[in-house]
């Protein structure tokens, strides 16, 4: 059709059209194919392709569980209660020991773990106090972080597992290269290398929400841990005045201000003074 209204619009200066003029205009009249759609992309890697994406998958429901789970054990009141340091500190200053382990049974959270430990360790003095305090904002930093790192685990990994996909899919296309002593054209080369791509696209696909999720989780645990800090500290104030006031009281009835005075020999308990020497002109 459209070689007639060439010919009809040339008129005079028409010339004739070579064979490859007219397989161009055949090329141009061809409709273009429909897109690819989502499933031949995805099964466009064959069953080592296939078998990397289910990879993938597995990797991208494990992180979207960790990020739901972190969220929801994340919540500010599952971590640090209103109110409690306050409840706690008010009853160590009254001596009410019992009703403060009580407020800490009825909220269980990270400070009344915390807070617990420094309490069961209150008859050994503030040092020990303080010490088994930071052990266990340790442990619970510790805890608290754990199934972040399997969630960075998953960001570094899927790239990697992607780039396994890329490799082993180029590996078969520079294969059918090879088989074929070079006969296989441009075109089935950059076919071969799409297939493979499509694996770093899913790798990447998983990775970039997973390290974004992992590093705003990670920042969520700091900023909870320091206020778990500053809370377990006021709830146990009352118990670091006592000791402060027990060492005053202490320094004040050692002899010397608090020194350490030496003792003669002389006056030391259960010892006996060397009888005086006799002079010799008695």
Request: charged share 15%; net charge negative.
């Amino acid at each position: 059709m459209m070689l007639a209204i060439e010919i009809s619009e040339l008129g005079s200066h028409w010339e004739p059209i070579g064979h490859h003029q007219l397989l161009l205009l055949a090329q141009a009249e061809t409709p273009a194919g429909e897109p690819d759609s989502l499933w031949s992309i995805v099964t466009s890697g064959g069953a080592p392709g296939l078998a990397i994406l289910f990879v993938l998958v597995a990797f991208s429901v494990t992180a979207v569980y960790l990020v739901v789970d972190q969220s929801l054990a994340l919540r500010r009141k599952d971590v640090v209660p209103e109110k409690l340091s306050e409840g706690v500190a008010a009853a160590l200053n009254s001596s009410r020991l019992s009703e403060a382990e009580t407020l800490l049974r009825q909220h269980p959270s990270v400070l009344a773990g915390v807070v617990a430990v420094g309490l069961n360790h209150r008859e050994y003095g503030w040092p020990e106090v303080e010490k088994s305090v930071e052990d266990a904002l340790v442990d619970q930093s510790a805890r608290m972080l754990r199934r972040i790192d399997y969630l960075s685990m998953i960001a570094n990994l899927a790239p990697m597992v992607g780039l396994l996909g890329t490799v082993t899919g180029m590996i078969f296309a520079f294969r059918q290269v090879a088989a074929s002593q070079g006969a296989a054209g441009a075109g089935d080369l950059a076919e071969g290398i799409y297939q493979a791509l499509v694996t770093t696209v899913g790798g990447l696909l998983v990775a970039i929400p997973a390290l974004a999720a992992s590093g705003v989780l990670r920042n969520r645990v700091d900023a909870l841990l320091s206020e778990v800090t500053l809370q377990a500290d006021r709830a146990l104030a009352p118990l670091r005045r006592r000791a402060a006031a027990s060492s005053r009281m202490v320094s004040a009835s050692t002899p010397g201000g608090g020194r350490i005075v030496a003792v003669p020999p002389a006056q030391m308990p259960n010892r006996k003074s060397a009888p005086p020497e006799q002079d010799g002109n008695r």
